[in-house]
């Protein structure tokens, strides 16, 4: 027998459907086409939909045509990219930034605002880090760190008061010993605790984790540029699996790697639609005639963000 176990919660945050409604909201209102700087999040499955119905993503704001709407991202983006459109003519702008993101954005200003020096925790190349860090161009006691290893590079004096943020889809483990590690290097630096990882990533591997204490092998539908994603496969490693994958749809599983009589958990990324796990579960059933699948329920997600 298959022993399926789907974990929950998974797949779409609530940012991530806000960002999404806003999009199709945005289709509705204006007719196609419009425009999203960036991907409005990172799930090829979700961008490609979107693009059917008129939705251009692009780069570089002077591909887009400032007679049409134009969307940011929920990843964010700098205030020099929102004066920028501004002075540019772009006729209507919609801000789809995730509300958690914009709460690191209000935090990240006000330390600057209070001249404190600034540890910024993250991938310095994600867009979400760009538009944080970007919050406060000019200033110039920030810092981008993503591993412990980076602290001995901070060019702060030890006994200045620091604060911080970090990046909202990074590891729940990693962050909490870098966290602790930067307070022992820095006195002040736990009078200042705060920490900026959203529920639903808390919530999601939180509850790959109990799949991976149980399951041999675990799939995590998702994006390969998904850094929430990403961190879910690494959290199934750490915590038990033999085998973890990252999968954008059913056409990516890795059959050669399941047996017959194995234990396999899913999840997905909070980029990623339910259809493709319900998309999987079909195709294993049509491969298995004894399948037995369960939930592995952590947590209820009531959480919702106005458009």
């Known amino acids: 027998m298959l022993k399926v176990s789907l974990a929950s919660p998974r797949g779409f945050c609530s940012g991530v459907r806000r960002a999404v409604g806003m999009v199709e909201t945005c289709l509705k209102d204006y ?3 419009i425009y999203v700087l960036h991907e409005i999040v990172h799930n090829r499955h979700v961008v490609a939909d979107l693009e059917t119905k008129g939705v251009v993503f692009v780069e570089n704001l002077e591909d887009a045509d400032i007679a049409r709407p134009l969307i940011f991202s929920a990843h964010g983006v700098s205030e020099a990219v929102v004066q920028k459109a501004q002075s540019m003519g772009f006729k ?3 801000d789809a930034t995730c509300p958690l993101v914009e709460k690191v954005h209000r935090q990240i200003r006000k330390y600057a ?8 925790i993250g991938k310095a190349e994600h867009p979400e880090i760009i538009g944080t860090v970007g919050q406060i161009p000019d200033y110039k006691q920030v810092r981008v760190i993503k591993k412990i290893e980076d602290i001995a590079s901070l060019p702060f004096d030890k006994n200045d008061p620091i604060g911080f943020v970090t990046q909202t889809t990074l590891s729940v483990s990693d962050t909490k010993e870098l ?5 022992k290097e820095y006195p002040q630096f736990s009078s200042l605790k705060k920490d900026d990882i959203c529920y639903a990533t808390t919530n999601r591997q939180a509850a790959v984790r109990a799949l991976a204490q149980e399951c041999r092998m675990v799939v995590i539908l998702g994006s390969k540029n998904s850094s929430n994603s990403k961190q879910l496969q690494t959290v199934a490693l750490e915590s ?3 085998q973890a994958f990252l999968i954008d749809d ?3 599983f890795p059959w050669e790697s399941l047996q017959s009589e194995d234990s396999l958990g899913i999840s997905a990324g909070a980029s ?4 493709l796990v319900q998309d999987l579960l079909a195709e294993l059933k049509k491969h298995y005639e004894n399948i037995k699948v369960r939930d592995i329920i952590i947590a209820k997600e009531n959480v919702t963000f106005k458009k």
Do not use: D, M, R
């Open 31 to 33: 007719g196609a086409p």
């Open 92 to 94: 209507t702008l919609i």
């Open 179 to 183: 966290i602790g590690e930067l307070q």
């Open 272 to 275: 990623a639609p339910e259809y």
């Open 113 to 120: 605002q209070e001249k404190l020096n600034i540890v910024v």
């Open 250 to 252: 059913k056409s990516e």
């Open 240 to 242: 038990g699996a033999k």
